[in-house]
């Protein structure tokens, strides 16, 4: 191979790397169709390791799962107890108020674009577009999901529109979390009559019906007054390690 002819490939297949990374119009296509590569994979791949498990570990798993079912017969109880006194508190005091929370395992497909680690196509059944879901991971909060081109797009914490309702602290003062781009959360519009210290806890408020009360966000490490209200940066827990699945909030009650 020639010079000329290695410098033309070379040239040749920078610009068409740069094309595919810059341009959201030879980006689309050609990551919807690594979508639908990927999900038709993640849906083989469960089957056949659902099918080797079925056939092969039958023993293992029955023993784990007996384990685990007297884990969570006695927990049941507890709940069925604590249950039991929350509707006698509702109907002593004619409250109409309703429990149905329903809490879903979601599975990641990819990045919506190359280089933006905080926009993730989900793989939902049963979608419904005219709403906005929280994301979890391990009991933390992970972002929210909105809908983009009526398909579900995760937008982890540190997306700037991920905004979310936060109360922080031990006196519960309220306020909006959102991602900047960067390491750290702000929380705005605190109001400045609430005293925010360092180390405050800050967890979901549940006033949006985007999430439960009291998941955990993250711990402020510094906090400013201007015009009324405080604003509070937060250390988020949830750390984006590249799950495979998240926990999507369907509802919240």
């Known amino acids: ?5 290695f410098s033309f490939l070379f040239v040749s297949i920078s610009l068409l790397i740069g094309a595919i990374y810059y341009s959201n ?6 990551i919807n ?18 099918n080797i498990e079925k056939y092969f570990y039958q023993a293992d798993k029955i023993e784990m799962l007996s384990e685990k079912l007297q884990n969570f017969e006695n927990d049941h109880f507890i709940m069925q107890q604590l249950a039991a006194e929350v509707n006698d508190l509702i109907k002593a ?9 329903k809490v879903e395992l979601v599975r990641i497909i990819s990045y919506q674009k190359f280089g933006d680690y905080n926009k993730l196509w ?23 999901i ?6 579900p797009l995760a937008l982890l914490n540190n997306d700037i529109k991920s905004t979310y309702a936060i109360h922080v602290g031990d006196s519960l003062a309220p306020g909006i979390a959102q991602g900047n781009n960067g390491e750290n959360l702000i929380v705005k519009y605190i109001p400045a009559w609430f005293e925010i210290k360092e180390g405050d806890e800050v967890v979901t408020s549940g006033l949006d019906k985007i999430f439960f009360k009291g998941l955990k966000v993250g711990k402020v490490i ?8 405080q ?10 390690n590249n799950p495979n699945y998240f926990h999507m909030i369907r509802t919240q009650k």
């Not at 119009?25 to 050609?30: A, D, E, L, R, Y």
């Not at 169709?33 to 659902?50: M, P």
């Not at 005091?93 to 929370?101: C, E, G």
């Open 1 to 5: 191979m020639n010079k000329e002819l």
């Open 25 to 30: 119009t030879i980006q689309t296509p050609f």
């Open 33 to 50: 169709s690594l979508n639908h590569i990927k999900i038709f994979y993640g849906d083989s791949i469960q089957y056949t390791k659902s």
């Open 93 to 101: 005091n004619n409250s109409s108020l309703k429990f149905n929370p």
């Open 122 to 144: 989900i793989d939902i059944k049963d979608y419904n577009s005219s709403r906005i879901y929280g994301l979890s991971y391990k009991e933390l909060v992970a972002g929210i």
């Open 146 to 151: 909105v809908p983009k081109n009526g398909r």
């Open 222 to 229: 510094s906090s400013s007054k201007t015009h009324g209200y």
């Open 231 to 240: 604003t509070a940066i937060v250390v988020p827990y949830y750390k984006s």
